[in-house]
DNA sequence: TAACATTATATCGTACACGATAAAAACAAA
DNA sequence: TTTGTTTTTATCGTGTACGATATAATGTTA
């Protein structure tokens, strides 16, 4: 019995295992809305900043382009986002948003922080918490992002 | 251009984003072993107590049982676990490891925490805010698991 | 400029996750 | 004990993730 493999030990379970509790508590949400966690996620970079190519989008979201293209085909086919070949670079996608895109950040607003505080209002955490927490993934983000 | 819909705000994306890097930097070691993540979270699952059935299993890794049943059918195709019904409750599937599962608890202990410690060497975090990041993690997780 | 390397997407195969549903066994209650 | 409910597992469909590979466009270099 090694202490070292104990599921409790690991830090690596506990990320995991929030991660999808996390994604199950906007499911509700995000479904009223018509769309997925990951589709939200895009949508979020592109109201950041309209038209980018496929890479630029991946690259933020920190995923592969073979995860975010047919993520963006499944957009384009509910009407989210349209994808027309660069000009300059004829390789690139470039990825804009539809009116129903762009109109679904109101709603978002609405419903999605509202939402999430909802469920997480149990949580013993505070603003500060929340703060550090941030950090600490950051470093461990940056640590694991070659 | 609403501050809470801001990916570099959403603690979430970030949870999100690290559970990703994690495994992924398990990977590599674990492929070696012949087995993915969450095939090793169910294997330290059985190292820690054998002879259990599924529902056990996927309360104890907070997943679905319609996630974990095919992840178990892999795994005894590929030979570390057995299913067999279960004598007092029939309903069951007792999942328990083979001589070539249990075998390989000792292969990753050789394997697992020093791969990873090598990966997340040049990380920041000290012990103790591993630890508290674990507590923080925690109390997500219970206000989030209904 | 012709040949080679690099970059940007796309496609394919495999393995999760999970909502929805089904089926068999166990349990509960009238 | 018969009927209705709950529990345990399995199956199905959809949507990620990602390694491996393919292809077209761009850059580079001899």
Same mark, same amino acid.
């Given at each position: 019995?090694?202490?070292?493999? =104990?599921?409790?030990?690991?830090?690596?379970?506990?990320?995991?295992? @929030? @991660?999808?509790?996390?994604?199950?508590?906007?499911?509700?949400?995000?479904?009223?809305?018509?769309?997925?966690? &990951?589709? +939200?996620?895009?949508?979020?970079?592109?109201?950041?900043?309209?038209?980018?190519?496929?890479?630029?989008?991946?690259?933020?979201?920190?995923?592969?382009?073979?995860?975010?293209?047919?993520?963006?085909?499944?957009?384009?086919?509910?009407?989210?986002?349209?994808?027309?070949?660069?000009?300059?670079?004829?390789?690139?996608?470039?990825?804009?948003?539809?009116?129903?895109?762009?109109?679904?950040?109101?709603?978002? +607003?609405?419903?999605? &922080?509202?939402?999430?505080?909802?469920?997480?209002?149990?949580? &013993?955490?505070?603003?500060?918490?929340?703060?550090?927490?941030? =950090?600490?993934?950051?470093?461990?983000?940056?640590?694991?992002?070659?």
């Amino acid at each position: 019995m090694h202490a070292e493999l =104990q599921l409790d030990n690991q830090i690596c379970f506990r990320l995991y295992t @929030a @991660a999808r509790l996390i994604t199950q508590a906007y499911t509700p949400i995000l479904t009223t809305l018509g769309i997925t966690y &990951p589709q +939200y996620l895009v949508l979020m970079v592109l109201w950041e900043k309209d038209n980018q190519p496929v890479n630029d989008i991946a690259r933020r979201l920190v995923l592969e382009t073979n995860t975010v293209t047919p993520l963006l085909q499944r957009m384009e086919k509910l009407g989210f986002v349209v994808r027309k070949k660069g000009e300059q670079d004829k390789r690139q996608q470039i990825v804009s948003l539809t009116e129903k895109g762009k109109q679904l950040e109101e709603e978002a +607003y609405a419903q999605v &922080p509202t939402g999430m505080n909802n469920q997480l209002s149990a949580c &013993p955490l505070k603003l500060d918490d929340y703060q550090r927490l941030a =950090q600490e993934l950051d470093s461990i983000i940056d640590t694991l992002k070659k």
